[in-house]
C-alpha cells in the first residue's frame, strides 16, 4: 500500500521554481488499479518517478506498504524496485542490442536468479504476452505493439507488487491499445497487482477503480461509482453517451452545469 | 552469459566506433613498441661493442699510462739489443736503409723487423690483489695487451707490414676480461693449469685470414705457441687476434721495457650494479696514474651513428610516442563519452529497473576494456611490423669507441712501427676501434606487457570517464529525456 503525505514536488528552472506536485495527500491499495490523468506538464510522470523511488519530494513522504522511500538509500532503492516495482513507458525503453527474450532477461540478473531458471521465468512471461515465437527477434524486428508487450513481460517477470505504467499506449494506434490495455487489465486480475497508470486517454483509464486528475500540480480524486451506465464506464455520469467523458471534461461541464 | 552477451551486442552495434578507437591505440601502442624495440637494439649493439672491449662480467676496467719512448741502447729481456727509436731513409743508392737513432744506417732490405709493443704501462701485479680485496669486488683479474708488428723488406728495399694483437689473459679466472664474452667454435680454451704453456687461443676471423686451426703453431716473440681453440666474439667488435695465458704474456720481450710482474689492464667484477661507481672510485685512488673506466664511461664515449640512432630512439622517438599516444586516449574517451551520452536513456531504464550502478558501470568497462585489449593486440601486432621493418631498411650503423687517453689500443690489422717518423706511436696519440654495428631492433617480453598494460589502461581511462558520467545519472532526468 502507497500513503503518500503531503507530498510536494518542485523543480528549480533558474529563478523559476515550478511545483510538478503540490501538497498530496494520497492512498493507493494493494491490488488497487490507480489512473493518473492530466495534460502534458502537470505533474503525471513526476508522480510515477516518485511512486517508483526514481526521485525525492522536496516536501512530505511517502511509503510503502509502511517503508519510507525517503529514508532509503539509493542502494536499498534499487532493490526495492528490482523486487517490487515493475515499470511499463511510453517509448518502450528496450535495449536495442538485446532480443526480446534477453530485455526480458534484464529483469532477472538485479535478483541473481541462476541462468536455466532465468531462461525458464522469461519463456513463462513472453508466452503469457503472447509472444513466445518472438523470442529471439529484436526489438526493431518487432511492431510497437509487440515492443510494449515485450516491456510488460519484462515489468512482470520479476513478479513484483506494483506495477507503474507512463503512458503505455501513448504510441500505439487505436486497436493496438485496446489490446495492450485489456492484456493489462487481463494480469492486473490475475496478479492482484497495485497498478497505477498515467494517460491522457479517457480510454485507457476506464478499466481503472479510481482516477487521480492531475491539474497544476493538485490532484482531484474520482471514484468509481461502483456502477456501470450504459456505456459500461464507471465514470459516465452522464447517462445516454456513448464513451465515457474525460474527467477533465466532466469536471468542466459540472461546473458549467452548476453555474447554469 | 549475459554480460558477454551484452557486451558483444554492444560493440557489434558501434563497429566502426570501437574500431576507430582499437586502432588508434594500436597505432599509439605499436608506436611505443617500436621505439622500445629500436632503443633495446641500439642498446644491444651498443652492450656487444662494449662488453667485446673488456668482456661480459666485467664492470671497471683498469689501465695503464701509455708507455714511454724506448730508451735508446737499452736491452730487453731477453737479452736483445733495444733498437730504440729508428727511422728510414734512402740510402746513396736510392736503397732504403734503417737508421737509428746513434746514427748507425743499414740497407732495409731482406730485413725484418718484428716489434712487440704493448699498448699500455705496466701496473704492478701485486695491485691486481689488492684491488680484489677493495670493499665493493668480487674479483678482479689482470691482462696484458700487446701489438706484435712485423715489417719486411724485400730486397728492392719496399716494405709489408703486418700486424696482429695479443692479449695475455688469466687462465684462473675466465670470467674476467675479454676473453670472456667469446664463443667457442673449435677445440677448447684455456685451463688453469694452461697458466705457463706456450698454448694460445685465436680468434675466428685471425684464424680464417691466416689459414690457422687447432693444432696450427704460431710465433710470437720467437716462441712457438700451439692452437688449442678457436672463439668468436660478439659480431662487428674488433677483439684480439691471439690469446695467450698472461704469464707467457709478461714474459714476452718487449719493443721497449718488459712487463714481468706487471700487468697492463686490470678487470674487475663489482658486487652490485649499484656499487659500481663507488668501486671506481677506490680504485683510482688505490692505482693513482691509471685510466680507470666503466661501461657506462666508454658508453658515454662512443660515437658514430649508432649513438646518433640511440639518442634518436630516446629523445624523439620516445616523446612520439608518448604524443600519439595521448591523442589516442584522447580520441577513445571522447569517442566512449558520445557513446554513453547515446546510451542515457538505456542505462536510466536499467537503473529504474534495478540495475546497481556498478553493474552498468562494469558493462562499460567491459565495452572499454575489450577495445583496450583489441587495441593491445593490434599494437603488439604493428609494433613487430615496425621492428621488422626497421630491421630490413636500417643501414649498418657505425661505432666509434676510443681507447682511453694515453693507450695504445690499435685496431686489428693497423700496422704500427715503421712508416711516418717511424717507432712506435708516442703518448697523446688518440686510438679508437671503429666498427660496424647492425641494428637488430628486438621486441621483449617486458615490451609486451607494457604495450597491453597501455591499450587496456587506454580503453579503462575512457571506460572510467564514461563510467563517471552513468553514476551520476538520475533515472528520473535520463527517462525524462527520452519523454
Avoid at chain 2, 631492433?441 to 604495450?451: H, Y
Wanted: aromatic share 4%; net charge positive; glycine share 12%.
Amino acid at each position: 500500500m502507497y500513503k503518500l503525505t503531503g507530498v510536494t514536488k518542485l523543480y528549480h528552472k533558474g529563478r523559476r521554481t515550478v511545483p510538478a506536485v503540490r501538497d498530496l495527500d494520497l492512498t493507493i491499495s494493494d491490488g488497487e488499479w490507480l489512473a493518473v490523468q492530466g495534460r502534458t506538464g502537470h505533474g503525471k510522470s513526476t508522480l510515477l518517478n516518485l511512486l517508483g523511488g526514481l526521485d525525492q519530494p522536496t516536501e512530505g513522504t511517502i511509503e510503502l506498504d509502511g517503508t519510507g522511500l525517503g529514508a532509503l538509500r539509493e542502494p536499498r532503492l534499487t532493490r526495492l524496485r528490482a523486487e517490487s516495482i515493475g515499470f511499463i513507458f511510453q517509448t518502450f525503453n528496450l535495449v536495442p542490442t538485446l532480443s526480446a527474450a534477453e530485455n526480458v532477461e534484464t529483469a532477472l540478473i538485479p535478483l541473481g536468479t541462476g541462468h536455466s531458471g532465468r531462461r525458464r521465468r522469461v519463456a513463462a512471461a513472453l508466452d503469457q504476452v503472447g509472444l513466445a515465437d518472438r523470442a529471439g527477434h529484436l526489438p526493431a524486428e518487432l511492431s510497437g505493439g509487440q515492443q510494449q508487450r515485450v516491456a510488460i513481460a519484462r515489468a512482470l517477470v520479476k513478479e513484483p507488487k506494483v506495477l507503474l505504467a507512463d503512458e503505455p499506449t501513448g504510441n500505439l494506434d487505436t486497436d493496438t491499445r485496446d489490446d495492450i490495455i485489456g492484456l493489462l487489465e487481463q494480469l492486473w486480475r490475475e496478479r492482484g497487482l497495485t497498478l497505477v497508470l498515467v494517460t491522457h486517454d479517457s480510454a485507457v483509464a476506464r478499466p481503472a477503480q479510481r482516477v487521480a486528475v492531475m491539474m497544476n500540480g493538485r490532484v482531484t480524486i474520482h471514484q468509481a461509482t461502483g456502477s456501470t451506465s450504459a456505456s459500461g464506464s464507471p465514470w459516465d455520469l452522464h447517462p445516454g453517451n456513448a464513451r465515457a467523458p474525460d474527467p477533465l471534461t466532466r469536471s468542466r461541464t459540472d461546473r458549467a452545469g452548476r453555474r447554469a | 552469459m549475459f554480460f558477454v552477451t551484452y557486451l558483444r551486442r554492444e560493440l557489434r552495434r558501434r563497429m566502426r566506433q570501437a574500431i576507430f578507437i582499437a586502432l588508434g591505440l594500436a597505432l599509439g601502442v605499436g608506436l611505443v613498441v617500436t621505439v622500445a624495440a629500436a632503443s633495446a637494439g641500439v642498446k644491444k649493439a651498443e652492450s656487444g661493442v662494449l662488453s667485446a672491449l673488456y668482456g661480459v662480467g666485467t664492470d671497471v676496467t683498469v689501465t695503464g699510462a701509455a708507455p714511454g719512448p724506448p730508451k735508446p741502447g737499452s736491452t730487453s729481456k731477453n737479452g736483445q739489443n733495444n733498437q730504440g727509436s729508428w727511422g728510414l731513409q734512402e740510402g746513396p743508392n736510392g736503397q732504403t736503409e734503417i737508421c737509428t737513432s746513434n746514427g748507425t744506417c743499414t740497407s732495409a732490405a731482406g730485413k725484418t723487423i718484428d716489434q712487440l709493443m704493448s699498448s699500455y704501462s705496466g701496473i704492478s701485479e701485486s695491485k691486481v690483489s689488492q684491488a680484489a680485496r677493495l670493499p665493493g669486488v668480487t674479483a678482479a683479474a689482470g691482462g696484458i695487451a700487446l701489438t706484435d708488428n712485423t715489417t719486411t723488406f724485400s730486397s728492392s728495399g719496399s716494405s709489408s707490414p703486418s700486424s696482429f694483437t695479443v692479449d695475455g689473459v688469466d687462465t684462473g679466472k675466465p670470467l674476467l676480461g675479454p676473453l670472456s664474452s667469446a664463443a667457442l667454435t673449435s677445440g677448447h680454451s684455456f685451463t688453469a693449469a694452461d697458466a705457463h704453456a706456450d698454448v694460445a687461443v685465436v680468434d675466428s676471423g685471425y684464424a680464417k685470414s691466416e689459414n690457422l686451426k687447432v693444432g696450427s703453431d704460431l710465433t710470437i716473440d720467437q716462441i712457438k705457441f700451439t692452437i688449442i681453440g678457436i672463439v668468436r666474439q660478439a659480431q662487428a667488435t674488433s677483439p684480439p687476434d691471439v690469446y695467450v695465458p698472461l704469464t707467457r704474456a709478461q714474459a714476452m720481450s718487449l719493443y721497449a721495457g718488459s712487463l714481468t710482474g706487471a700487468v697492463t689492464t686490470i678487470y674487475v667484477a663489482a658486487a652490485s650494479a649499484s656499487g659500481i661507481a663507488v668501486v671506481s672510485k677506490e680504485i683510482a685512488r688505490l692505482l693513482p696514474g691509471t685510466t680507470v673506466t666503466t661501461q657506462a664511461s666508454l658508453a658515454r664515449q662512443v660515437t658514430g651513428s649508432v649513438s646518433s640512432v640511440a639518442k634518436l630512439a630516446s629523445d624523439l622517438g620516445r616523446w612520439l610516442a608518448v604524443l600519439v599516444l595521448i591523442a589516442a586516449f584522447a580520441v577513445a574517451c571522447l569517442l566512449t563519452m558520445v557513446a554513453v551520452a547515446r546510451r542515457v536513456a538505456e542505462f536510466g531504464t536499467l537503473k529504474a529497473i534495478g540495475w546497481r550502478t556498478r553493474r552498468i558501470v562494469a558493462q562499460v568497462l567491459g565495452e572499454s576494456a575489450a577495445m583496450g585489449i583489441a587495441g593491445a593486440a593490434g599494437g603488439v601486432g604493428l609494433g613487430f611490423a615496425g621492428a621488422a621493418i626497421i630491421s630490413a631498411v636500417a643501414p649498418m650503423l657505425s661505432a666509434t669507441v676510443p681507447a682511453p687517453s694515453g693507450g695504445f689500443a690499435l685496431a686489428a690489422g693497423q700496422a704500427a712501427g715503421p712508416g711516418l717518423g717511424g717507432g712506435p706511436r708516442g703518448p697523446g696519440t688518440t686510438a679508437s676501434h671503429l666498427v660496424a654495428v647492425p641494428l637488430h631492433p628486438s621486441v621483449t617480453s617486458s615490451v609486451i606487457a607494457l604495450a597491453v598494460i597501455l591499450a587496456v589502461a587506454g580503453g579503462l581511462l575512457a571506460g572510467a570517464l564514461g563510467s563517471w558520467r552513468i553514476a551520476r545519472l538520475r533515472p528520473a532526468d535520463a527517462l525524462s529525456r527520452v519523454a
